[in-house]
C-alpha cells in the first residue's frame, strides 16, 4: 500500500470522528443590547431612562458635569413605574399622569407596607413626605408628613400624624392626630362648611 493512500485513509477517519463529535458553541454578548431576558439582575445601581442612558451626562461621581447622580440615589428612574400585573389585563388601567402605579389582585393584602425604626420615647418614624419647593407659599409652610408617632400625651400608645415639616424637612408642628385608642384631636381651628375656619369649630349651614 502507497503511502499516498495509507495518508488518505487516516485523513478520512480523522474527519469522519470530527465531522460526528459534539459541536460546543459559546456566544458572547455586549452591552448595550436592545432586549434581554434574565433569570436573576443584580446591580449596585441602576439608573432608567432616555437621558439616564448617556452615561458621559448622567452618571455617580466625578466627570459628569452638572448632570451628577446624588450619591444616596440608588435607583433613579425617568418616567413612570407600574408594578403588578401586566397593564393589559381585564379591568387595568394605565392612568395618565401617574408616576407610580401599584396593583395587587389578592384579597387582604398590603399594597405598600412603610416600616421605620424609632425606639426613643416621642420618636416617630416618617411614612410619607409630601414636598413642594418651589411652592409660592411662604417659607416655612409648604411642606407636610405623615408620621407613625408615639407622642408624649398618650405614652404607650401611637398614633397616625399628619404634620407640619419646615422648608429643611424638619418636624415643625402637629396637625391631626389619630391615636391608636380611638382619640382624634386637631391642633388648630375645625371648619365645616367654611374655609379656612376663624375659632375652634367653625360651622356654617345648616347641621344636617
Known amino acids: 500500500m502507497s503511502k499516498k493512500l495509507i495518508l488518505l485513509i487516516l485523513f478520512m477517519s480523522f474527519?469522519?470522528?470530527?465531522c460526528f463529535?459534539?459541536?460546543?458553541?459559546?456566544?458572547?454578548?455586549y452591552y448595550p443590547s436592545?432586549?434581554?431576558s434574565y433569570r436573576e439582575l443584580r446591580v449596585q445601581r441602576l439608573a432608567l431612562g432616555d437621558n439616564y442612558s448617556i452615561t458621559n451626562q448622567y452618571c455617580w461621581g466625578v466627570g459628569c458635569g452638572t448632570n451628577v447622580i446624588a450619591d444616596n440615589h440608588d435607583l433613579i428612574v425617568e418616567g413612570s413605574v407600574s408594578i403588578g400585573p401586566a397593564l393589559t389585563a381585564a379591568g387595568i388601567t394605565?392612568?395618565?399622569g401617574v408616576g407610580l402605579q401599584i396593583y395587587e389582585n389578592t384579597n387582604n393584602s398590603s399594597l405598600v407596607r412603610m416600616m421605620g425604626n424609632r425606639s426613643a420615647a416621642s420618636g416617630y418614624a416618617n411614612l410619607l413626605e409630601f414636598f413642594a419647593p418651589s411652592s409660592p407659599a411662604n417659607a416655612n409652610r409648604k411642606n407636610f408628613s405623615i408620621v407613625n408617632k408615639n407622642p408624649s400625651v398618650l405614652p404607650g400608645v401611637n398614633?397616625?400624624?399628619v404634620i407640619a415639616n419646615n422648608d429643611s424637612g424638619s418636624f415643625n408642628s402637629d396637625i391631626l392626630s389619630i391615636a391608636h385608642d380611638a382619640n382624634i384631636w386637631v391642633n388648630g381651628n375645625v371648619g365645616i362648611g367654611v374655609t379656612p375656619p376663624t375659632v375652634r369649630l367653625h360651622l356654617v349651614g345648616p347641621p344636617t
Do not use: D
Open 15 to 18: 474527519y469522519s470522528i470530527f
Open 21 to 29: 463529535a459534539q459541536e460546543n458553541i459559546t456566544i458572547t454578548t
Open 34 to 36: 436592545p432586549y434581554g
Open 94 to 96: 394605565q392612568f395618565t
Open 159 to 161: 398614633s397616625l400624624q
